[in-house]
């Protein structure tokens, strides 16, 4: 499966952006999708994730009550509605996919999903 993440931009402390991620190639219902980001020197870090079938959602603490992870199979595309940005969630976020995971744990690393999108960046000011 193909993905192109975007949707980021400039925005200031508290405002908020929505990414998406839009997918071709295959099933895209049986993808779980996440969401990750890396900011300058650090590592990249899990943000999101929603499961193939069932769209339970998972979350990191960091962005928990702000962010929230949809998707629309008709439309074959994810979201991530990010609410009253802050300055340490600027990073260039990227958009993954793997088939049929349905673990957890594996949702939370990068190395778990096969297939990735561009980044997209978001740069929050204070």
């Known amino acids: 499966v193909q993905l192109q993440a975007s949707g980021g931009g400039l925005v200031q402390a508290g405002g908020s952006l929505r990414l998406s991620c839009a997918a071709s190639g295959r099933t895209f219902s049986d993808y779980t999708v996440g969401w990750f980001r890396q900011a300058p020197g650090k590592e990249r870090e899990f943000v999101a994730s929603?499961?193939?079938?069932?769209?339970?959602?998972l979350y990191a603490d960091s962005v928990k009550g702000r962010f929230t992870i949809s998707r629309d199979n008709a439309k074959n595309a994810a979201y991530l509605q990010m609410n009253n940005l802050k300055p340490e969630d600027t990073a260039v976020y990227s958009c993954a996919a793997h088939f049929r995971l349905t673990s957890f744990i594996e949702e939370l690393f990068p190395k778990n999903y096969n297939y990735w999108g561009q980044g997209t960046q978001v740069t929050v000011s204070s």
């Open positions: 929603i499961k193939w079938i069932g769209d339970t959602t």
